[in-house]
């Protein structure tokens, strides 16, 4: 199975990506840049590319998705970040609720949620972090308690992103095991306006419509049907969303990249300060040759990770989409600081679009996995050095 | 409503554009698309046929790569699409290229269609002449222009604007209608309307599947013949007025010497 995967996109694929491309630039970075530095919302881009289906590609058709997998939604999200307004919920909402609602959700929670995530009127946030575990997912401590009709759930996290814009989040918490008296991670929907749920915005020095927020949750009382999948099935359910949010960030990484390298690259053409275009001088060129390199590997890393996860092999696919991860942040970072460098004092002015850039592309080494999380993750699993952590 | 749609596929106006040896468009090396002028029709054809019952055939008439600009329509939500494909027709003008789009639309159409739909005018050779043509070919009345439509009691009813005025039109069907940029906005074509497009019916015809002689289209019997081409010059560097507090003045005699003001 592994190895018949072929090393170019369908057709359909491509048609996708020329679509939402053409769809994307009727907004563009001047109308994401304006909502952002306004404080407001891109309401509207999401609303649209909602009906347009392109936020339900990966949902079951059943549902009133368009049937397709990871590979495409995550096509779609390289693709807004190309066009410069990328939409952060999409890695969160519908690539790693949705996957794990329509992977281990009961028949009722599947009616439920999925025809939201398929067109777009359903945001779900994900909550995983929390300030005394951080990158360490085993040390979280929110966690649930079982009542006569449900559940009791306390704890907090931190950094979440979108919980002043969607109804429910997907929050991890830890359930004692019935079987074995262990406790195991185990995924609880809670509605934002739940009592005993509250949260505050985090002051953050990026530009993005999506805001941050530290999230309390002091008992809050959630029906048994809050639990999805099984409190014993652990930490597979919660990697079946986690690679697809890896990949998922792995295209917005790179989607940013190809939008850092065209600007750098139509600028190195045009501005003469020898009499030559700069883009002459080897010093220039050669590192945006670098960047175009770099940025399509990671680009084929992340379609061999979403290709391996939607053939099912879920173990290669988790290999890749860390690489693939690693990768286009690494190819992100370099190439927005390339394209700043280029652009010499320009590069830090606002009208040139691409001093935002800096922070959102040093985002993309940090979360949802760290840079050294996924090194973490190559030299354990696929080169079998000693566990370091 | 049996809709068909004509559309065109033209070299795409971002890509360096060429001639052949024979001095017609180069549409083999150059990337092509539907006619985003086109795309209008497409879309209100889907409109309609969303509205009521009906269903939706684009015809073209182009080279190998014309496959695209269905593919494009289908994609949007067309039902089938029609390709007019030969070698004889490369070369052929405006009245050839109606004459073969009449032929083709009324095999499309089984018999005579109810809504022909066309563009404003094709992005390359913007003539804006092939409706006009085609409606007469096909013995149809023609509004051409539309910048909106509606169908009932058996007529076509729609507004053309010019600078001046705003005129309402309106015939019998079946007619030929050409509508421009203003009447709609085309959708983008959606996953599910890509997934779907691979099921749909294409079919591909030579001159003789629609009985059209060889000897009436292609280069050799157009009406006008290149002879010759040649790039349109650079452009010339501009004059620059520095403003030494007489700015005013040197642009007014810049404008005066050029008899605008
Ligand atoms: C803008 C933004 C949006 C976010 N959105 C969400 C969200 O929606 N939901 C959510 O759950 N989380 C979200 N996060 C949190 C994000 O996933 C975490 O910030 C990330 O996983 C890193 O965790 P941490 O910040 O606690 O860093 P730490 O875990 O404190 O790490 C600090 C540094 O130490 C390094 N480090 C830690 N452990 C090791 C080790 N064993 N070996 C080597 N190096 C190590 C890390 O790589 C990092 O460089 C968001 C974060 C940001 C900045
Ligand atoms: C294969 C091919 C070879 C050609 N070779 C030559 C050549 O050698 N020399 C030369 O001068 N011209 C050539 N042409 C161009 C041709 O003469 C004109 O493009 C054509 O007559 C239409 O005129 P127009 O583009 O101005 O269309 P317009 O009259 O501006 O088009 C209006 C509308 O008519 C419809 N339409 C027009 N053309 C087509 C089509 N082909 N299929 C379906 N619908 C259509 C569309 O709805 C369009 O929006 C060729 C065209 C084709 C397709």
Not at chain 1, 3 to 16: K, S, V
Request: aromatic share 6%; charged share 25%; proline share 4%.
């Amino acid at each position: 199975m592994a190895d018949q995967i072929p090393f170019t996109e369908t057709e359909e694929r491509q048609a996708l990506r020329k679509s939402v491309a053409a769809f994307a630039s009727k907004y563009g970075e001047d109308y994401w840049l304006e909502q952002a530095r306004a404080g407001k919302k891109t309401d509207e881009l999401w609303a649209d590319a909602g009906k347009q289906g392109f936020l339900g590609v990966a949902v079951p058709e059943e549902y009133g998705g368009g049937g397709g997998g990871i590979g495409d939604l995550a096509a779609v999200c390289e693709e807004l970040s190309a066009a410069g307004c990328p939409l952060l919920l999409m890695v969160v909402s519908p690539a790693i609720c949705g996957t794990i609602i329509a992977s281990y959700g009961t028949d009722e929670q599947k009616q439920r949620w999925l025809p939201g995530f398929a067109d777009g009127t359903r945001k779900m946030a994900f909550a995983i972090t929390e300030p005394d575990a951080g990158s360490n997912s085993h040390n979280i401590t929110t966690t649930a308690t079982r009542t006569d009709d449900g559940w009791t759930l306390n704890g907090g996290k931190v950094y979440i992103s979108g919980v002043d814009e969607v109804s429910d989040v997907l929050v991890v918490g830890r359930v004692e095991s019935a079987k074995t008296g262990k406790l195991r991670p185990a995924l609880f929907v809670v509605p934002t306006d739940a009592e005993g749920f509250s949260y505050n915005q985090i002051e953050m020095g990026i530009v993005g419509p999506e805001k941050q927020f530290v999230v309390h949750i002091d008992n809050v009382k959630l029906p048994a049907d809050a639990l999805v999948g099984s409190e014993d099935a652990g930490i597979d359910q919660l990697f079946a969303g986690l690679n697809p949010e890896r990949i998922m960030a792995a295209s917005s990484a790179t989607g940013m990249a190809r939008r850092a390298l065209e600007k750098a690259t139509s600028y190195a053409k045009e501005r003469e300060v020898w009499g030559v275009p700069i883009g002459q001088h080897q010093a220039v060129a050669h590192p945006l040759a670098q960047s175009y390199v770099e940025i399509n590997m990671a680009r084929l890393m992340t379609q061999r990770a979403a290709a391996l996860y939607e053939a099912g092999e879920y173990l290669l696919a988790g290999e890749s989409a860390n690489m693939a991860k690693y990768a286009a942040a690494e190819a992100a970072c370099t190439t927005v600081d390339r394209a700043v460098q280029v652009h010499g004092g320009n590069g830090l002015a606002d009208e040139y679009g691409l001093v935002h850039m800096v922070g959102a592309s040093r985002l993309t080494r940090i979360a949802p996995v760290s840079r050294e999380m996924a090194l973490n993750f190559v030299a354990q699993f696929s080169l079998g050095l000693p566990k370091s952590y | 409503m049996n809709i068909v749609v004509c559309v065109k596929y033209v070299p795409d106006a971002q890509a360096d554009r060429t001639f052949s040896q024979d001095n017609t468009t180069d549409r083999t090396n150059v990337d092509g698309l539907l006619s985003e002028l086109d795309e209008y029709a497409v879309e209100e054809a889907l409109k309609l046929a969303e509205a009521g019952e009906g269903e939706v055939t684009v015809v073209t008439v182009g080279p190998d790569g014309a496959a695209e600009a269905i593919k494009k329509a289908l994609q949007m939500g067309a039902d089938k699409g029609v390709h007019v494909l030969d070698d004889a027709i490369h070369g052929s003008d405006a009245p050839a290229t109606s004459l073969v789009l009449a032929e083709a639309v009324k095999k499309a159409a089984g018999g005579s269609p109810e809504l022909v739909l066309m563009g404003l005018a094709s992005t390359d050779g913007t003539m804006s002449v092939v409706p006009a043509m085609l409606a007469e070919r096909l013995g149809l009345p023609q509004i051409t222009q539309l910048s909106s439509l509606e169908i009932a009691d058996g007529k076509v009813t729609g507004r053309r604007d010019s600078d001046a005025a705003s005129d309402t039109l309106e015939a019998p069907l079946p007619a030929v209608v050409s509508v421009t940029d203003q009447i709609n906005e085309p959708r983008y074509p959606s996953f599910k309307g890509i997934m779907a497009a691979k099921k749909k019916p294409v079919e591909t015809w030579s001159l003789a599947d629609l009985g059209v002689d060889a000897g009436q289209v292609g280069l050799e019997s157009a009406w006008t013949k290149v002879e010759s081409f040649t790039a349109r010059p650079p452009r010339e560097q501009g004059e620059i007025v520095t403003d030494e507090g007489d700015g005013g003045t040197k642009l007014a005699e810049f404008l005066a010497k050029a008899k605008l003001i």
